[in-house]
């Protein structure tokens, strides 16, 4: 059966005091490791602290002036200009979901970045559309 829409997950595997570390799927294939910010519960927010809220939100492939080719995800409440986009630890993040091929959980950083997110980009299918 083909697809409807292209499905990101993010499966948030080790939350620490100022980072979050996971892994991202696109229906259901592995894409690579995630990092963000901490998890606080809605509605609480610190600025550039914070991960975003648990939910399913619209995305789209955008090419940042500041990233290059990257993902928007749209619609987040309490969060603009979301991206996923490479970083190597959460000092990057405010709130955006950074994307690597390799982490290291002692010291709650990913790299390789671009490997992954080109992965991810190419993965897409654009003829559908895309949710978080």
Do not use: W
């Not at 910010?37 to 939910?55: C, F, H, Q, S, W």
Request: hydrophobic share 35%; charged share 20%; glycine share 10%.
């Amino acid at each position: 059966m083909k697809n409807l829409i292209n499905s990101i997950v993010v499966f948030r595997d080790t939350i620490g005091s100022r980072t979050t570390l996971g892994q991202m799927y696109l229906n259901g294939v592995y894409v690579g490791y995630t990092l963000e910010d901490t998890i606080r519960p809605y509605p609480l927010k610190v600025y550039g602290e914070t991960a975003m809220y648990e939910g399913m939100y619209p995305a789209r492939k955008y090419n940042s002036s500041k990233f290059g080719e990257c993902l928007a995800i749209d619609n987040v409440p309490g969060f603009t200009n979301i991206r996923v986009h490479g970083m190597n630890d959460h000092t990057g993040s405010h709130g955006c979901i950074g994307l690597g091929t390799n982490r290291d959980r002692s010291n709650f950083t990913i790299n390789n970045c671009k490997p992954a997110l080109d992965k991810l980009l190419d993965m897409i299918d654009d003829s559908l559309p895309i949710y978080v």
